[in-house]
């Protein structure tokens, strides 16, 4: 068997048409890891497509809104992390025709595949709030899901002296939802130690009827919320924002609140990448346009030769890069016992996990199945969801080094 670091340096080539056994497509975690497991296993001929030359590790974006981390530690060239013996074409794709096995590329040129590996993320909708879009980046309205506004936030929360503060989570599938509190408890915490959290008014807008929807994790990020005296507005949502008046209006059954506001932290509402519902890839009845794979074997229920995983994936799991490590182990298994002519075997449990930063040394370690129960790594250690010192250490300092070294190569 091949290894990953068998070949010659990763292969970048332009736009053109060809054919390829297996193309990935998404050079985030789901797409890199698993190409990586994929040659591991021997599988030649696999191309990947991704049109950034950076690779970023989203989960230290929190961190670095919060003041705990650096911009710098989120990224690496993303040449440096292709596998060996893998062929980057630098390009996005624009259409997916799953009949004729073909990708349209936004570059040029269209490529057929045996086999097609979806992974291509989620895409933030900004403009389906009305005034957001405007609004994003332009002054007091910011979010920590992109890198560069997440450097911007971590500046405008290290200096609150006074005022009010609102953070948001949308509603519907998001990655990773829970993010959108971490900076907001690593920020309380630092206003707190530095004597200035009675004059700062924090507002928490989250779509579900609790902070987190499983009573275990409620319980222990409602004494952070409690200690820092957060107004948790819940069942509710951001609605618009109205740069004139500087007002966040959040809807929820009881009706239509404005609050004004100094900093507005928005996490998006998100969807999937439009190709995926034209090319017929979304079940009809799924109006974010996910794509329709079994959520147990990530292969597409329709189109035998169409695998997917990650954000972009209708599984019934919640979407974060803790599920992906498992589904690129799943899908690898499946891939490669198809290309033998092998049933597909196989099966990705659902879980989950959300890494849930209350302060800026401790972690609520989230582990959840699909149905909200309890999915400790450890499972003789079934409190290890309490807030804790050591899952702090772990999620910020341990858990990048393990990222780029061992998951992106497909060795964990």
């Given amino acids: 068997m091949a290894t990953a670091g068998a070949d010659s340096s990763p292969r970048t080539t332009r736009p053109r048409t060809g054919h390829h056994r297996v193309i990935v497509v998404g050079g985030g975690n789901g797409g890199i890891s698993v190409a990586a497991r994929l040659r591991r296993r021997g599988v030649d001929d696999i191309a990947l497509i991704d049109p ?11 961190h670095v809104a919060g003041g705990t981390a650096r911009i710098s530690e989120t990224t690496r060239p993303q040449r440096t992390v292709i596998p060996d013996g893998v062929s980057w074409i630098r390009d996005a794709v624009s259409a997916i025709d799953p009949a004729r096995s073909s990708l349209s590329l936004t570059g040029g040129g269209t490529l057929t595949y045996d086999h097609v590996i979806l992974s291509p993320g989620i895409q933030y909708d900004w403009a389906s709030v009305p005034g957001l879009a405007e609004a994003i980046g332009t ?3 910011t979010t920590h899901y992109t890198g560069d506004l997440a450097a911007r936030t971590s500046l405008r929360l290290r200096d609150m002296r006074a005022g009010t503060v609102v953070f948001t989570q949308p509603a519907g599938p998001a990655s990773c939802a829970g993010a959108a509190q971490k900076p907001m408890y690593q920020a309380c915490d630092y206003w707190q130690r530095t004597g200035v959290l009675g004059d700062i008014r924090v507002v928490m807008v989250v779509p579900d009827d609790t902070v987190f929807g499983i009573p275990a994790f409620d319980r222990e990020i ?20 109205d740069a004139d008046t500087g007002d966040a209006v959040i809807g929820s059954a009881s009706g239509i609140e404005r609050i004004h506001f100094d900093l507005l932290n928005v996490v998006p509402p998100q969807s999937a990448p439009e190709w995926i519902a034209a090319g017929g890839l979304a079940a009809p009845d799924d109006a974010d346009g996910f794509i329709e794979v079994d959520p147990e074997t990530l292969r597409h229920r329709r189109y035998g030769n169409v695998w997917a995983l990650g954000d972009a994936a209708a599984t019934t799991n919640s979407k974060s890069g803790g599920a992906l490590r498992k589904q690129t182990m799943v899908l690898a298994k499946n891939l490669v016992s198809a290309l033998e002519g092998r049933r597909p075997r196989a099966r990705y449990d659902g879980y989950g996990v959300c890494p849930m930063t209350v302060s800026r040394s401790s972690v609520v370690w989230a582990e959840f199945g699909p149905s909200g129960e309890l999915m400790p790594t450890i499972p003789f250690f079934r409190r290890m969801y309490r807030e804790s010192g050591l899952s702090w250490f772990f999620d910020r300092r341990i858990l990048p080094w393990v990222y780029w070294n061992l998951i992106l190569t497909g060795r964990v």
């Avoid at 950034?52 to 929190?62: C, G, I, M, T």
């Fill in 222 to 241: 409602g004494r952070a919320i409690d200690r820092y005296g957060i107004e948790l507005r819940t069942s509710s949502a951001l609605i618009e924002v």
């Fill in 139 to 141: 002054g007091d309205v």
């Fill in 52 to 62: 950034s030359d950076v690779h970023e590790y989203k989960p230290l974006f929190s």
